[in-house]
């Protein structure tokens, strides 16, 4: 009997121990790692709520760039740091659902490694061709497609992207096999699709947005599962045909795994208020994308399906990686 009271005083002792560690936390300056170079959609995703983060936790939030090897430098920066709460990882799909599949070497588990706090945003992707092009419709593409296969070019913001990952997975719902022409990133792959050297694109609707609004460029379909609000007479790929098709890249905030559940639930809090805020929503919105916030749970679920999506997208294209 002495024995299990002790046991329980203890338990109780962690517990409010805990608590106590949520209510204070944080007593110091937080980093957020950005594991891109300045200027992307991520760092300016994290440089749009580091502010009321700053405003709601009563300390700093320091967005800290931390480029290199895809993103993978700074999400394994994260994986190992104190679970503490004090650094951050800006996360998204790239890293943590299409890394994994992609490279050999990956030293963190997206799944293992990380303490999920909230999701931010999501941002569909779309089918793009230039303003000139004769094509108006998604099986207007498709039929041209499957007239000529392997001439029809397609170009994305590179191989092993998200933007790829989504090409791959509509070649094989729809039976197609377009000439896939991997840039390094959106910037160049525009300017190609622009000037007439490639015939379509699948792109971020948050890179491809500018030269949409200004008639450059015609949308065929954007590929998440519900239309968008910025694009509300695009259809989807799904209603286009496509049943069940959806891809899309994710943003949000996680720790480090061991993060005591106090702390994450103070973040997700601290989320949840920031995208509660109708200028953060409006200046996300404005880039073309779906801000919203999640439960840690809910986010842990979307990494973990996405993962296995994407695994299963490479094994039936027969993907290969170096």
């Given at each position: 009997?002495?024995?299990?009271?002790?046991?329980?005083?203890?338990?109780?002792?962690?517990?409010?121990?805990?608590?106590?560690?949520?209510?204070?936390?944080?007593?110091?300056?937080?980093?957020?790692?950005?594991?891109?170079?300045?200027?992307?959609?991520?760092?300016?995703?994290?440089?749009?709520?580091?502010?009321?983060?700053?405003?709601?936790?009563?300390?700093?939030?320091?967005?800290?760039?931390?480029?290199?090897?895809?993103?993978?430098?700074?999400?394994?920066?994260?994986?190992?740091?104190?679970?503490?709460?004090?650094?951050?990882?800006?996360?998204?799909?790239?890293?943590l659902s299409?890394?994994?599949?992609?490279?050999?070497?990956?030293?963190?588990?997206?799944?293992?490694?990380?303490?999920?706090?909230?999701?931010?945003?999501?941002?569909?992707?779309?089918?793009?061709?230039?303003?000139?092009?004769?094509?108006a419709s998604i099986q207007d593409l498709i039929t041209r497609l499957k007239a000529n296969p392997g001439k029809i070019t397609m170009a994305t913001a590179g191989a092993g992207t998200t933007n790829h990952f989504a090409m791959e997975l509509f070649s094989t719902m729809t039976g197609t096999r377009p000439l896939h022409v991997p840039y390094k990133g959106s910037g160049p792959a525009l300017t190609e699709l622009l000037g007439g050297q490639v015939e379509t694109l699948v792109d971020q609707l948050t890179a491809s947005m500018g030269y949409?609004?200004?008639?450059?460029?015609?949308?065929?379909?954007?590929?998440?599962?519900q239309r968008s609000p910025a694009l509300p007479n695009v259809p989807t790929l799904d209603e286009s045909g496509l049943k069940g098709y959806e891809a899309s890249t994710y943003i949000g905030v996680l720790s480090t795994a061991g993060t005591p559940k106090s702390i994450v639930m103070r973040l997700n809090e601290a989320v949840r208020k920031v995208m509660s805020s109708p200028d953060v929503v409006e200046k996300l919105r404005a880039l073309g994308t779906e801000p919203g916030a999640s439960s840690p749970e809910?986010?842990?679920?979307?990494?973990?399906?996405?993962?296995?999506?994407?695994?299963?997208v490479a094994r039936k294209s027969n993907l290969k990686f170096d």
């Amino acid at each position: 009997m002495i024995r299990n009271t002790v046991v329980a005083a203890s338990l109780l002792a962690l517990a409010a121990g805990a608590q106590a560690q949520g209510q204070t936390y944080p007593t110091r300056p937080v980093r957020l790692i950005v594991p891109y170079a300045p200027g992307g959609n991520v760092d300016i995703t994290a440089r749009t709520i580091s502010p009321g983060l700053t405003s709601f936790l009563g300390q700093s939030i320091v967005v800290d760039n931390r480029p290199g090897a895809g993103g993978n430098l700074g999400v394994n920066l994260v994986a190992r740091a104190a679970p503490d709460g004090y650094t951050l990882l800006m996360g998204s799909s790239g890293p943590l659902s299409i890394n994994p599949v992609i490279f050999k070497d990956v030293q963190y588990d997206s799944l293992k490694d990380f303490a999920p706090v909230s999701t931010v945003h999501v941002v569909p992707l779309v089918i793009v061709v230039n303003q000139k092009s004769p094509m108006a419709s998604i099986q207007d593409l498709i039929t041209r497609l499957k007239a000529n296969p392997g001439k029809i070019t397609m170009a994305t913001a590179g191989a092993g992207t998200t933007n790829h990952f989504a090409m791959e997975l509509f070649s094989t719902m729809t039976g197609t096999r377009p000439l896939h022409v991997p840039y390094k990133g959106s910037g160049p792959a525009l300017t190609e699709l622009l000037g007439g050297q490639v015939e379509t694109l699948v792109d971020q609707l948050t890179a491809s947005m500018g030269y949409i609004r200004d008639g450059r460029l015609k949308v065929l379909a954007i590929t998440s599962r519900q239309r968008s609000p910025a694009l509300p007479n695009v259809p989807t790929l799904d209603e286009s045909g496509l049943k069940g098709y959806e891809a899309s890249t994710y943003i949000g905030v996680l720790s480090t795994a061991g993060t005591p559940k106090s702390i994450v639930m103070r973040l997700n809090e601290a989320v949840r208020k920031v995208m509660s805020s109708p200028d953060v929503v409006e200046k996300l919105r404005a880039l073309g994308t779906e801000p919203g916030a999640s439960s840690p749970e809910d986010f842990h679920k979307m990494i973990r399906e996405e993962l296995v999506k994407w695994r299963e997208v490479a094994r039936k294209s027969n993907l290969k990686f170096d």
